[in-house]
């Protein structure tokens, strides 16, 4: 029987689909001239990736306008996406918002509405929340909002009340950028007038509905981490093969060696970890929960160490503007603390296996 963490040929011809899109549109080149002017979104790449290819729609079924996929699917994207460090309101939209509206009463028309023009890249979504909530953290339901992702490139904000979960037009919302570490995440405070927008759900129905959302926010970071990750390595291997120094690679010596070693390994966790999220979000597995959090707490740390080594590893070129390691490294710190730290997921994998918290 082959192993559900495996990649489908489905699978397989969707990230070929997505890695060649963003090849041609969201090279580091692009991206480091997109961040010099402070909108780091490149034009014509969220209509490319959401409607032409559908991604999308992914997680949304086909009778309400989606491509009727999984979070397998959506995790492919997503790990396309972190080694690109690609500048798209994917997770915030594609994932988070969507999950989020999928819990609520599909049936009733201004959630299905919003949920087709989500699943048809029309319209972005973003949960008006902190990309540092975690799944299972309070949630703010007053107030300015600070720390919102994505909330520049919204079209409608999913914003939790008192009384319930609320669509407020972007346009009817007050949007402070904040300059972020990660700038091709930007990040914003999102101010709201009591009374705006269109009730979706009751509060307890709102509750259940953002923790889901956040859930599969949480366990679909752990494929970007994986995907940047995975470019990291890559990058780090190429330029030690490329790069001499005593008339040798420097690749091939030996201190080097062991530590790109000990970074595969690490990557190769990751990658079953990250798996592994995405199969139990996809099959809706009562363990979904702890192998999120368990994802989490080891994907956040190995993409970290990854951006990190592939910044050291490439000595001088590596601490410069120009170089692309950069922005590996940001979005791996900024990744870090997002939807929760690898500290409180590890505090929930002690708290699902009833074990003594980490000291």
Same mark, same amino acid.
């Given at each position: ?72 699917? /959506? ?11 690609? +500048?798209? +309101? ?29 699943? @048809? ?13 975690? +799944? ?17 490139? @919204? ?182 603390? /997002? ?21």
């Amino acid at each position: 029987m082959t192993s559900a963490l495996l990649y489908t040929e489905t699978e397989d011809d969707l990230r070929a689909a997505v890695r060649s899109l963003l090849a041609d549109r969201a090279e580091p080149g692009v991206l480091l001239g997109r961040i010099e002017t402070g909108d780091p979104y490149v034009p014509g790449l969220w209509k490319s990736l959401a409607g032409e290819i559908g991604a999308a729609g992914l997680l949304v079924p086909e009778e309400l306008g989606g491509q009727g996929a999984s979070h397998r699917e /959506a995790a492919v994207v997503l790990e396309e996406l972190g080694r690109a460090v690609a +500048p798209a +309101p994917y997770l915030t939209s594609a994932v988070v918002a969507t999950e989020t509206l999928l819990a609520l009463d599909t049936g009733s028309a201004p959630v299905a509405e919003l949920l087709a023009a989500l699943a @048809a890249g029309r319209t972005v979504g973003v949960l008006a929340l902190p990309l540092s909530t975690a +799944p299972g953290a309070a949630v703010p339901t007053s107030g300015p909002v600070s720390g919102v992702a994505d909330a520049a490139a @919204a079209d409608v904000l999913l914003v939790p009340r008192p009384d319930g979960l609320y669509a407020v037009p972007a346009d009817e919302a007050t949007i402070a950028p904040l300059t972020p570490l990660d700038l091709t995440r930007p990040l914003a405070t999102v101010t709201t007038a009591p009374g705006t927008g269109t009730r979706l759900a009751d509060a307890d129905t709102a509750r259940a509905a953002v923790e889901r959302g956040l859930l599969a926010g949480a366990g679909l970071l752990a494929s970007e981490q994986l995907g940047l990750a995975e470019w990291c390595l890559e990058e780090t291997v190429r330029h030690t093969r490329t790069r001499f120094q005593f008339n040798r690679p420097v690749g091939s010596f030996q201190a080097l060696k062991h530590r790109m070693a000990q970074l595969w390994l690490e990557v190769v966790n990751a990658r079953a970890a990250a798996r592994a999220a995405a199969d139990a979000l996809a099959t809706g597995s009562p363990e979904a929960p702890l192998t999120v959090a368990v994802a989490q707490a080891y994907c956040s740390k190995v993409a970290v160490h990854a951006a990190e080594e592939c910044v050291q590893l490439h000595g001088g070129i590596g601490m410069t503007w120009e170089h692309p390691a950069h922005l590996a490294l940001k979005r791996a710190k900024s990744d870090q603390i /997002a939807l929760g730290s690898a500290g409180r997921h590890q505090d929930t994998v002690a708290a699902l296996v009833d074990l003594p918290a980490p000291v």
